[in-house]
């Protein structure tokens, strides 16, 4: 029973840190998530403008 307990233990232990790691990575991403936003828009090329010919206005009498 010692040894289910002592492996129920570890189990737990393992779930807790994958957890704490999970969370302090979610906080790391919020911290730097604008400062890597800023810095990926500033590497991605920006958008062309396509020029189109106007449609003709129609004059009604």
Known sequence: KLEILDSFEA????AN???LAEHLSNQI???AG?????AILSKLP??????R???A???TT
């Open 11 to 14: 189990y737990v232990e393992r």
């Open 46 to 51: 920006s958008p062309m403008l396509i020029s």
């Open 53 to 55: 010919p106007r449609r």
């Open 34 to 38: 604008p400062f890597l936003t800023g």
């Open 17 to 19: 840190t994958a957890e």
């Open 57 to 59: 206005e129609v004059k």
């Open 29 to 31: 991403l919020l911290a």
